[in-house]
């Protein structure tokens, strides 16, 4: 099947959470004032945070991945806390090969939420809509080998190690060689 012809919604929820694709206008606004929250945080791990977006940059972010979310190439969503309707983070299914199928989850979390499960309720989800509604057959979490928290997140769900690439990757900040450790889940 053509992934163009997947009926894949533009919110799924779970117990706690809200994830809705990026398609509002005041998006942009919300996820550049949490990338400001979380500035430090996010800079030590991910090299779009090495330095602070404008507001226009984040828009322009949001609504390319609202296209890709729409042309298949990945599926981003906007994390929401289901009753006080604070942005908690970003999760996706990116680097999808419709080939095989598979993809990776990627992830982030606004730092004043962070340690209250969400990310883990976030992924336990996406896991289940993955494997179970889009059929991937391998679902894979890669993370930097020092990176504790994102580290914890597959261990938790059970997805199985496979490994760690030595010199795999440069630091978010681009100025060391870093190990990249690979968990995966499979249908």
């Known amino acids: 099947m053509n992934p163009l012809l997947l009926d894949v919604p533009l919110q799924l929820e779970t117990e706690r959470l809200i994830l809705r694709a990026p398609h509002q206008t005041e998006d942009g606004k919300i996820v550049n ?12 791990w991910l090299p779009f945070a090495q330095e602070l977006p404008t507001l226009e940059e984040t828009e322009i972010n949001l609504r390319n991945a609202h296209i890709n979310f729409l042309k298949r190439e990945s599926f981003r969503f906007l994390i929401f806390d ?11 299914l990116q680097s999808i090969d419709w ?13 004043k939420f962070s340690g209250n499960g969400y990310i883990l309720e976030v992924v336990k989800k996406l896991t289940k809509f993955g494997l179970n ?9 890669r ?14 769900l059970d997805f199985v190690f496979e ?5 795999d990757d440069l630091s978010a900040n681009g100025s060391n060689l870093t190990d990249t450790c690979f968990y995966s889940i499979i249908k």
């Not at 004032?33 to 030590?44: G, P, V």
């Not at 993370?143 to 938790?156: G, L, V, Y």
């Open 99 to 111: 080939t095989i199928p598979k993809c990776e989850i990627g992830y982030w979390v606004n730092t």
């Open 163 to 167: 490994g760690t690439l030595r010199n």
């Open 33 to 44: 004032q949490a990338i400001k929250d979380s500035f430090s945080e996010l800079k030590a």
């Open 133 to 141: 509604d889009i059929k991937f057959r391998r679902i894979e979490i």
């Open 82 to 92: 289901k009753n006080s309707n604070h942005f908690i983070g970003v999760t996706s």
């Open 143 to 156: 993370c930097e080998s020092t990176n504790i928290k994102s580290r914890a997140i597959p261990e938790k």
